[in-house]
């Protein structure tokens, strides 16, 4: 049946990969965070954003650009000379990049980040790049084929290498007596990087190669430029801003009147551990919408107006569904995660605000996708826009006067907006319904009786004779498999019900 259903198998290969990625970083940055601190955490999470703005710069467009125009052709030969340009540009422009941030770290440090520290951070951080654009070249490539296999053993095998080093450098450290310090994390990144882009490069050694000609090469740079220039540009903004806004936050958090060390802190808190926690969830529908993108630009050149129509639909009610499950899951659960599973109370508190974030997060996660399938990139890249300017305004103007607190209302108020634009545009081109009740009023009234139901079971095992730990872990943990086990059921009973 799924050999029937190309997007559908795809997604979940890429929904199960993206499970397990997860999960992996999850223990990752568990792991992590009792090695160096929330302060340390905080340190790591500053450079992220540059690393991420030079990342936008050498392949920010090029995986989408790849996956769509390898899915518009069914010659063999033009695929893989999409693939080979789209090496060659993104090598070109990552190795530049790697020499200017190598050259002018110390730059960046003082003045963008403002924190010394993070320069030999960004030295190491910034090799990764070229890694990083093969990775995305050939992700790219194999996404436009419906072929998931690869990117998802690639995502799998870069987890699994970045726990696993993370694990056996800290032993080592601790044993040979060095100061456990961000650059821990810095070396596990460089190596699981590395493994991604070896086990990239292995899987396109076994396909069939084709001689090419140059000017077959040149027209496929052509066409992948006219396409990923927009997408870089766009990506090259949006990326900047998040810079500001990853930069802003400590430094008006000290405003509010918090030490350097602590402001620093809580924001590794909230970026390395609550923010995580809150999207793990979305590795399913970030897996759905990479697989709707090419399937949404096929349709698109095919002129199927009916395939589309029900692809909005069906990723619009999975997405509100899935975000109404992740809110109540996180209500219930998300101080027992912050408090006993990362050792820090604020991080549960944080977790518990950033819940309702869920519905607006995977919407438009999923409506970002099929505007970009459609074309609209520069109406995502708008919307997009306006969601950050909020961000940034709660920051510089809210967090100075209340706190963190602001910056958490601003995130959920960006989200929100965001997701409404990419919706009510979207209908301009898909004439998609949305039903309020199976949407919204059915999964909340799911929710509350999955909640009701686990923590019923719960007061009855507390007159159980389990002692202290073992019964707040055992029920606990019960009640969590009853919650997933419940709304499981109602999933798969409405998914029944939608494809019917």
Known sequence: MLSKHPVLKGALVLTLANVVTRALGFLYRIFLSNLIGAEGMGLFQLIFPVIAFCTALSCGGIQIAVSRFVAETKSKSTQFSILV??????????LATVFFVYRFSDVLAIRIIHNVRCKKLLQYSVLTIP???????????????????????????????????VYLLGTIWIHEKIALTPMLAVYSTILSELAGMIFCLIA?????????RIASLLHSMKNL???????????????????????????????????PSTALA??????????PVVTFPSAINNSISTMLLPAVAES?????????????????????????????????FGNFIGTNIFGHPQAGIYICILSWLCPFLYLSISFGSILHGLGKTTAAFIH???????????????????????????????????????????????????????????PIIQTGISLIIGFLIQYIFQFSDFSGRVYFYGTTAFRFLIVCSILSWFLFQDAKTANS
């Open 204 to 212: 396109i050694g076994f396909e069939n190669t084709y001689r090419l």
């Open 300 to 332: 698109k050149s095919e002129g199927n107006i009916l395939a589309l129509k029900r692809t909005t639909e069906n990723s619009i009610w999975f997405s509100t569904i899935s975000g109404i499950y992740g809110i109540g899951l996180f209500l219930s």
């Open 384 to 442: 997009n826009v306006i969601g950050i300017l909020l961000r940034l305004v709660a920051i510089w103007w809210g967090v100075p006067r209340f706190g963190i607190n602001a910056y958490l209302i601003g995130l959920l108020v960006s989200h929100l907006v965001t997701t409404l634009l990419h919706g009510s545009y979207l209908r301009k081109w898909i004439p998609y319904r949305f039903s309020p009740w199976n949407n919204i009023i059915k």
């Open 131 to 165: 890694m990083v654009a093969i990775h995305a070249c050939v992700s790219g490539y194999y996404l436009g084929l419906k072929k998931t296999l690869v990117p998802a053993w690639s995502m799998m095998t870069e987890q699994f290498v970045k726990i696993l080093s």
């Open 85 to 94: 340009s789209s090496l060659f540009m993104s090598l070109v422009l990552s």
């Open 225 to 259: 430029f006219s396409v990923s220039y927009i997408l870089t540009l766009n990506r090259l903004l949006l990326t900047f801003l998040q810079c500001v806004e990853a930069i802003l936050l400590p430094l008006m958090l000290e405003r509010n009147g918090l030490s």
């Open 266 to 275: 809580i924001y590794g808190i909230l970026t390395g551990m609550a923010l």
